[in-house]
């Protein structure tokens, strides 16, 4: 054989093999960096888990609690002539509808199947779009009613009286139950591995792209612009009134309908602050939730790092959390709604302190009575043993 041909193929022999080593080693080095992914997308998955066990029935508990004694709290009490009061009181019960599902699909993941079906599936779906859309409309609602009873307070009392806000309430429910009711139709309970869940149907994604998008316009970017425009009108305002209070007069026998004012104001600030400060709390937990929604849409169709997901569902639980809190604010801040609430609290253990002192009272009663009723017969028998004897 010719040396130069010989020369020639054995470069070409050796050029193969360290072409064929260096392949085997790019698919070794590729396959262990996608069992490293896995394995670290396994552990976060297990994490959040672990957390959502934990955080999600505490959440829906607390707040099913603390949503019903606000209920009772301004429905019951003197607070529900306050004109706020109808919106607060429709956002606990919002926020109780939705906490409910919420606890249903916790127990429905963790402990039993009881989602398995399509009709429960569908309520469940509609109840959570229903109850988060009025849940932020009613922020909104009342977060107005503080902006028009501070920035524009001559109008205020005929556009903020129980009668309107009643009606806005009414048609927030009428066009929430109309809007939503794509999720009752959009929506099966599908066998996706060893069970059943709930999932959108194939054929409506197309239409569901558009109506998440309308759903993100109308029940995020809309009222979070909303609640921040009137949230710093009304704090520009607040300070206004803290400058202007510093410098107030001592009062004065002639000055009585200015001091009369001041306490007016004092007393509205107050509110408007426990108000401020529950809808200020509503943007700082739902930002990130609507953040990830926002970047899930338009990125993530596209990004796949590991930890994406992990971050969302994080930002899903601080979402949850807003449907729990109103009510340690009003209880922290609310000098109205504490005294009401401890009001409502020392009636309820009169109640039960009566109800037990009327039932061993009845006890008591008719142990006399039998006692009573002992003696007699005892009497008589020993005066029937007497004549007998006779």
Request: charged share 15%.
């Amino acid at each position: 054989m010719n040396p130069d041909k010989q020369h020639d193929t054995l470069n070409y022999t050796y050029s193969y093999t360290d072409n064929t080593t260096m392949d085997q080693n790019i698919t070794s080095i590729y396959n262990e960096s996608i069992e490293k992914l896995q394995t670290e997308s396994m552990n976060l998955h297990k994490l959040y888990v672990n957390i959502y066990t934990i955080v999600v029935p505490i959440i829906a508990i607390v707040g099913l609690f603390g949503n019903t004694a606000s209920i009772a709290v301004f429905t019951s009490s003197f607070l529900k002539r306050h004109s706020s009061s109808v919106f607060l009181a429709a956002l606990a019960f919002v926020d109780n509808l939705f906490l409910l599902t919420l606890f249903l699909t916790w127990f429905d993941q963790t402990a039993s199947n009881i989602l398995s079906t399509t009709i429960p599936c569908q309520i469940v779906v509609y109840v959570t779009y229903f109850a988060a859309f009025l849940s932020v409309w009613l922020v909104v609602g009342f977060t107005t009613e503080r902006y028009l009873a501070i920035c524009h307070p001559l109008r205020a009392p005929m556009l903020c009286s129980n009668r309107r806000q009643k009606i806005a309430v009414t048609c927030l429910v009428l066009f929430a139950a109309v809007f939503y009711n794509f999720a009752i139709w959009t929506t099966e309970a599908v066998q996706y591995g060893p069970r059943k869940w709930c999932l959108t149907i194939n054929d409506y994604y197309e239409f569901l792209q558009i109506v998440t998008w309308i759903d993100t316009i109308i029940s995020m970017v809309l009222p979070f612009f909303c609640i921040a425009f009137m949230n710093c009108r009304v704090i520009c305002k607040a300070a206004i009134f803290h400058k202007k209070r510093q410098h107030c007069y001592k009062p004065t026998d002639s000055m009585k309908v200015k001091r009369n004012k001041h306490l007016t104001n004092k007393s509205q600030m107050r509110v408007t602050r426990t108000l401020l400060i529950v809808s200020s709390l509503f943007l700082v937990l739902n930002f990130p939730s609507h953040l990830a929604r926002l970047y899930n849409i338009i990125v993530a169709p596209v990004s796949k790092e590991k930890y994406e997901k992990f971050l969302q569902q994080i930002c899903q639980l601080l979402y949850y959390s807003t449907f729990s809190v109103n009510f340690f604010v009003y209880a922290l801040y609310g000098k109205h709604f504490q005294k009401s609430f401890w009001l409502m609290i020392r009636s309820f253990k009169q109640f039960c302190g009566c109800r037990t002192e009327h039932r061993f009272s009845s006890v008591e009663k008719s142990t006399k009575i039998t006692l009573t009723g002992m003696r007699s017969n005892t009497y008589r028998w020993s005066s029937d043993l007497d004549i007998s004897r006779c």
